[in-house]
């Protein structure tokens, strides 16, 4: 049965669109700024400033504080340590292409898998611009959950802004650099969302700005230690495996060959233990054994035929 499923993900793998797939590995890909794109007062030295490096299993400072869409005073903790993954996203609101690019890329996913928003997972989204207020975040989150499309969503999916003071600290810690232009007052960025446990740890990152639903599903599942997902998902974590080069799933042949293999035994394992336990059964109640197909019959067991008497036997004999 594995490794029918992982044979369908295999095809379905296979099959699924080139630029659905399309991840930053290092490379600028669309909508990603090159040095040809990059704001006035940035210099091509400042790229060297500008990474998204990964902190897997680091933990996250939950006890920063920010405000959140509606003005209140909130930290990180109050987000997580409910036994649900949470998806971190870092953009600013005002931003005029690659933040906007980012979200929508992560609400397409959404769309694209089963799992929901509250009952299955978090999202956080914090600006690392201090000069974004509550008002701009509340109305960056009224837009992204029309997209998204599930009004419910809402109490799912937060919007942060904060200060330097808790912003430098969480971007540090996440290996998020930026660096930012004066003179036309943009961020130079990287880009790319992550999945963190309930408790706060760094668990994938996946970049770029398009995110395959299966990918952030997947990850959401890997994060959460089993608490959600189906029997289905165990199967595709075991199909697939997660590569921090890339921040993306990638099959692994070897384990589907692995799969394939324990079910080709365990299917002949299951038949030659029929087998035996029918042979066992047949010799203890004395039943003759069936007759093999394609064997000629008996004359007893010819239709019509009959049997001679005895007496006929001998003088045929004599």
């Not at 997902?229 to 692994?252: N, Q």
């Not at 233990?273 to 029918?278: D, H």
């Not at 010799?283 to 003759?288: I, S, W």
Request: hydrophobic content about 40%; overall charge positive.
């Amino acid at each position: 049965m594995k490794a029918a499923l992982c044979g369908l993900v295999l095809a379905a793998a296979l099959a699924w669109p080139a630029g659905a797939l399309a991840q930053y590995n290092g490379v600028p890909a669309n909508g990603m700024m090159s040095k040809g794109d990059l704001p006035a007062g940035v210099q091509p030295a400042d790229l060297q400033k500008i990474a998204f490096d990964q902190r897997l299993n680091a933990q996250i400072p939950l006890d920063l504080p920010f405000k959140d869409e509606a003005g209140r005073s909130v930290t990180l903790a109050q987000y997580f340590n409910h036994r649900k993954p949470v998806v971190l996203t870092l953009v600013y609101y005002d931003c005029p292409m690659l933040c906007t690019l980012v979200l929508n890329g992560l609400a397409g996913a959404m769309k694209g898998m089963s799992l929901n928003p509250g009952s299955d997972y978090e999202l956080v989204t914090v600006s690392f611009n201090p000069r974004e207020t509550p008002q701009l975040a509340a109305r960056k989150k009224k837009s992204y959950i029309q997209r998204y499309g599930h009004a419910d969503a809402a109490s799912a999916w937060h919007f942060l802004t904060g200060q330097d003071a808790s912003i430098k600290p969480l971007t540090d810690a996440v290996g998020f650099h930026y660096v930012y232009d004066e003179a036309t007052g943009i961020y130079a960025h990287a880009s790319g969302i992550m999945v963190a446990t309930a408790d706060g740890r760094l668990a994938k990152y996946l970049y770029g700005i398009e995110y395959s639903p299966r990918d952030l599903r997947l990850a959401l599942v890997d994060a959460s230690a089993g608490r959600i997902g189906t029997p289905v998902d165990r199967v595709l974590l075991y199909c697939y495996h997660y590569d921090p080069k890339t921040g993306k799933y990638g099959l692994v042949v070897l384990n589907v060959i692995r799969l394939g293999g324990i079910v080709t035994v365990v299917v002949l394992g299951s038949f030659i233990v029929a087998m035996v336990s029918r042979e066992r059964k047949r010799t203890k109640t004395g039943e003759p054994p069936p007759n093999v197909p394609g064997s000629p019959a008996t004359s007893r067991d010819q239709p019509g035929a009959t049997t001679r008497p005895e007496s006929v036997k001998h003088r045929i004999d004599r």
